[in-house]
């Protein structure tokens, strides 16, 4: 069978001349680095260049952060914990912990992010004396000096959009999937208005019962809702499910 | 008389990857080859059942660290398959353009380490330097160098970056000149060449009975390739040829594998011409709907095929893989019988085992 390229290769002697070829290269190579630097890179105190979108150890920006708990759902090697800090201006807030020793940089935390706090930082050194040592706690992991490059957007399009020809509507997850109540489950218990990491549920009156008691039943506020889920898990009677928009 | 049962291997400069090739020698002749592999298993598909769709596919990366663009590829396509969702144009070619990146680069593992089989060292350097580019496109493309995770369920993980393009078009021009000085490195060489000719020869019926895939199998006459002859994404609307040598021996596979690199430069070419603009990523659903599903695609090393069964949850019933190197290797016995003990390198190097997938 024929090979389209390989054949092109030459068969005849003078082929052989390569080896003179090689003798050029050198010999500019021997001009170009007198007139330069070296190509060579001293590497613990020169680096090579790497774009700012590199996925090294993951970072957040701790203002930002609501605390919703999607990053350590979606994390693969289940590095990711949330624990409870007492910040100087936000007060007792829950944010996420890495264990980077565990982590194998795949950016989903910063990609599920829906506030966008979790980035993907070019760091990448992160040897330690102990495994103590690498497990970052919120405030190791903020990262000087990080910009919107760092970012991981998700531009998602709905399949039902692209068969109607709309195309420039990209979404995800967070914008357009709402938890939906089966109200016959519902015992108003109101866990899903105090979980809520963003105030979106609000406990409203709808009405009395025999013994003259309010019946109260979440109202969600589809603009403020990130769907982190939290009021899904906590319900005690399964009455709440995330509905997916396709 | 004296039969005698030689273990190469685990450690073993010609076992890329842990695994055992027991040889039986007469004098220096092989009798009888049993491959034995299972050194690196780690329960993949086992863990895979624990894990939901989109946590599966970093892992997929793991299955083989040159071939991480295409093993994802293959779980995202199984996944979509499942989903009944169709990939947006765009997606479709720049998962192609990352396809072959990822084709070239692994050909060019496999040359540096046949490279070093044979004793030669500039191979080693050379293709180890031009591999380097396309690792720093892999940066560009999606900010990792060998576990990618770019490919998604419904799409990829980002759209091009900003002068991509560009940096790939300088890439591959730049490459396919210095393709040409490899090749004069190896076929000028008459060392190379009398070690690889004639050695590990099967013949077009016998790659067939022996399930051989990829290179393994075009490098003995066998005309097929799943780009071309079951296309997915956009591989038919490209024009390309398919590598195809008679020679069934080591040197016919190592043609294929160059002619490839060729073949993939072509491709990118095309694909980044004609790619449209649009979106690239359509949002999948979380649950799979029950049912039983398989998708193959070509894989740097052969034909690669994922099996899925779900259950209709957000995590899959059975996640079964099939490894062209699995197979392959199983034939190793066939390929280095009546060949010299000296031979056995240059015979399995061009097999270009990769455990991670073959123990899985």
Known sequence: MAMKYLDKYPKN????????????TTFKQIIKTTRHRPVTIMYPYEKEWIPDYYRGRPGLVFDKCVGCGICERICPTTCIEMVEVDDAKAGKVVRPQVNVGRCMMCGYCAEYCPTKAMITTPEYELAAYTREGLIFDPYQLAYEGHNEEMQVHMHEHLLSDLQKGITDNPVNASLVDRPALDDAKCIGCSRCAKECPVGAVEMIVVGENDKGKPIKRPKFDEAKCIACEKCVMICPKDALALKEVL | MSKMWVTMGPQH??????????????????????????????????????RT???????ADRLCYSASMTWS???????????????PERAQYIRVIADEICRIQSHLMWLAAMGTDLGNLTIFLWALREREWFLDLNVK????????????????????PYLFERDLMRVVDLFEKRLWDIIALT???????SRM??????????????????????????NFDVRRDDPYMVYDELDWEVAVCDDGDSYGRYKVRIEEMFQSCEIIRQAVAKMPDGPTRVKAPRNVPEGTHVARLEDPRGESLMYLVSDGTDRPYRLKVRSPIFVNVSASKRLVQGGRMADVPAI?????????????
């Open chain 1, 13 to 24: 002697n003078s082929r052989h001349l390569w080896v003179l070829k090689s003798f050029y």
């Open chain 2, 13 to 50: 400069p010609f076992s890329h990857g842990l695994w055992t090739l027991k040889v039986q020698v007469d004098g220096e002749v092989i009798q009888d080859a049993e491959p034995v592999i299972g050194y690196l298993h780690r329960g993949w598909e086992k863990e895979c059942e624990n």
């Open chain 2, 53 to 59: 769709y989109p946590q599966i596919i970093p892992m």
């Open chain 2, 73 to 87: 590829h293959l779980y995202c396509k199984v996944a979509e398959e499942a989903m009944e969702i169709e990939v």
């Open chain 2, 141 to 160: 493309l999606c900010g990792q160098r060998l576990t990618t995770n770019f490919p998604r369920i419904g799409g990829v993980r980002n759209d091009m």
């Open chain 2, 187 to 193: 076929d000028d060489n008459a060392i190379f060449m």
């Open chain 2, 197 to 222: 000719q004639g050695v590990g020869h099967v013949t077009r019926k016998e790659a067939a009975n022996l399930g051989l895939t990829g290179p393994s199998m075009r490098g003995c006459g066998v």
């Open chain 2, 348 to 360: 399995m190097g061009t097999i270009d085992m990769c455990l991670g997938e073959t123990d899985r």
